[in-house]
């Protein structure tokens, strides 16, 4: 699809906004009152007993939520007054307890494209919420203001899951996205959300790392509808030297999604001298193929120096080309490149017939052409969650 000056300049508008922080807690969307904004010491209180944790003897408390950290075999067994390295997990008298509950550092409207998620209700916005903390430390992360905090160190609001729903009607959202920051850390919040969310018929959305185990996350899919996965690289040293975390949790999370019939879709963001390496994405997109199927949309991000890689350059297009290429060639029917608005490879094409389906600039939605779930031209069924 070409592009006209016009076109361009408000693709680049669309995309600079989208690539604002997400930190702090002063929404694009809501203006809350002073009260509304839970106080310092409101902050570090714990509020929640966590639902995935054991008991075990000493006082010691073991979540069993996400994985330990390959760099600290003690982690996720907490003493007494002990705070995980997730930043809100909190041992308390042997219990386990969160400080994140109801207390997200940002609530925004967002179109479901900037999750990215291409192949469910496109279009539609969804009310977007985190809180501080996550259980990875990514060197790539562009949301570390809040990610690598703990809930009293930054702005929070206080809103309970019901008034996240009540918000989310008011400004007609399709549903609610958990994302900016590592969902998996807010499980509670999110999962009592989630609930809310599916009894006013709205659908949820999780943009996660995806380093969490199994059990938690079956539960999880039987209240979000969509994911995006965001795979940081290919090897185990990567992810053990660049984001504190194991590429085999990640790996099979998203086995446990696909065994689920949750509807994935994988993130990647290429990385120059990192995640480049057109051998080790050829490897990635041949393990998609075996595992998740070839229907299974596969996102190829550009990367923007941000946090501690501020000294690596952005992604050059010929390398995500290059990416798209690899992956068509395994046999992936639904490939995007991200990042880049105004590319042709941002559309949706039916795998069938070819044929131009959803039209976008950035986390623009021009045109939609699927009709019922299918080509119009070959009446082909689609992959996703079009209604």
């Known amino acids: 699809m070409e592009c006209n000056r016009r076109q361009f300049l408000r693709a680049g508008a669309v995309f600079a906004a989208g690539c604002v922080m997400a930190g702090g807690a002063e929404s694009l969307l809501f203006n809350y009152p002073s009260a509304a904004l839970a106080s310092s010491a409101g902050n570090s209180a714990v509020t929640r007993e966590a639902m995935f944790y054991e008991k075990l003897p000493g006082g010691i408390a073991h979540c069993t939520l996400c994985p330990c950290s390959p760099l600290d075999e003690n982690c996720g067994f907490l003493k007494d007054g002990e705070m995980c390295v997730c930043n809100v997990r909190f041992n308390r008298g042997g219990k386990l307890y969160v400080t994140n509950y109801g207390k997200p550092s940002t609530i925004q409207k967002d179109p479901i494209e900037k999750n990215p998620i291409y192949h469910m209700t496109p279009g539609k916005d969804y009310l977007a919420l985190a809180t501080a903390g996550c259980n990875l430390d990514c060197v790539c992360c562009q949301n570390w203001e809040m990610s690598q905090k703990r809930v009293e160190q930054i702005k929070c609001f206080s809103l309970k899951p019901g008034e996240v729903i009540k918000k989310a009607k008011e400004h007609r959202c399709r549903g609610i996205s958990y994302t900016y920051t590592e969902p998996v850390i807010f499980y509670e919040y999110m999962l009592d959300t989630a609930k809310a969310a599916c009894g006013e018929n709205m659908r949820n959305t999780m943009v996660t790392g995806g380093y969490i185990l199994s059990e938690p996350l079956k539960l999880l899919t039987k209240y979000v509808q969509g994911f995006s996965v965001s795979v940081k690289g290919f090897t185990e040293e990567f992810y053990r030297t660049h984001c504190r975390g194991k590429l085999s949790t990640v790996l099979n999370a998203l086995k446990v999604l696909r065994e689920k019939n949750a509807w994935v879709e994988i993130v990647v963001l290429v990385i120059p001298t990192l995640s480049d ?47 798209y290429a690899t992956a068509r060639a395994k046999g992936l029917k639904y490939v995007y490149l991200g990042n880049l608005p105004g590319h042709e490879k941002e559309n949706t094409f039916c795998h069938n017939c070819g044929r131009i389906l959803i039209q976008r600039i950035g986390m623009k939605l021009r045109k939609n052409n699927v009709a019922d779930g299918k080509c119009p031209s070959c009446r082909t069924a689609i992959p996703g969650l079009w209604t």
């Open 277 to 323: 390496r057109m051998s080790e994405i050829e490897w990635f997109c041949q393990w998609v193929k075996d595992n998740m199927g070839v229907m299974t949309p596969v996102h190829f991000t550009r990367f923007w120096p941000s946090y501690k890689l501020r000294n690596i350059p952005q992604t050059p297009v010929a390398t995500l080309e290059k990416a």
